[in-house]
């Protein structure tokens, strides 16, 4: 019974083979800083109202350009709560800016770091990444379709669960990129619509019959043969 548990649980290579696949899906035809707090605002939403929150537990969030310029930035919960509901630690801005550094070093989102380094045995220097961090599932990057050489941004989050930090920022940027879509998708149709109508064929006019009366034609007959 055990060993068949052990085996529905996914290994190492296949969570960070998951996490490739995720950064390939998940790509954006733009991202302006209106994205941005979009995006952030929708991470703090779900996370508030996810059973985590509700047992006390804090969030940070930061969504930065590849160049280290914030776009958007919120903590949910209260730093030394009394009650400890939603709290979070001193170090959870220095978590988050370690894993979005570790996010513009590799390119890839740091949960696929994490698990990649746990499947090969490898540590974070030996993967060539530099600098003393932890590396902790939950910072994603944003790419844009048309431009393969490197990310735009990165989104993060830290609450101190790599797995679900992860899961949240994918599962986010996910339902984001399906509203974008919808709503490009009804925008095109509504353009093709319109263009249809535009160029639709103009309406084709009966050809009047003569409006001279036989009388007349008999007149004109009568006339000639005089």
């Known amino acids: 019974m055990f060993t068949s548990f052990h085996s529905m649980i996914p290994s190492d290579t296949e969570l960070a083979s998951q996490a490739l696949t995720e950064e390939g899906n998940y790509r954006f035809p733009s991202f302006s800083a209106s994205d941005a707090v979009t995006l952030g605002l929708s991470l703090r939403k779900r996370f508030r109202a996810s059973s985590r929150h509700s047992k006390g537990k804090g969030l940070v969030i930061s969504i930065q350009t590849i160049a280290g310029h914030t776009l958007f930035a919120c903590t949910v919960g209260d730093l030394g709560h009394p009650a400890g509901v939603g709290d979070v ?70 609450s101190g669960s790599s797995q679900e930090d992860h899961h949240l920022v994918v599962t986010t940027v996910r339902d984001y990129l399906h509203k974008i879509n919808k709503s490009e998708g009804a925008r095109m149709s509504a353009s093709s619509a319109l263009g249809t109508e535009m160029h639709a064929p103009l309406p084709s006019v009966p050809i009047r019959e003569s409006t001279v009366s036989s009388y007349q034609r008999v007149e004109v007959r009568q006339f000639i043969s005089e």
């Open 89 to 158: 630690s001193l170090n959870s801005w220095t978590s988050v800016d370690g894993m979005v550094e570790v996010v513009r070093q590799t390119g890839h989102s740091s949960y696929y770091v994490e698990k990649s380094m746990s499947a090969m045995g490898k540590s974070a220097k030996q993967l060539g990444i530099q600098g003393d961090y932890i590396i902790h599932g939950g910072a994603f990057p944003i790419w844009l379709d048309n431009a393969h050489c490197c990310p735009i941004a990165v989104v993060a989050c830290y």
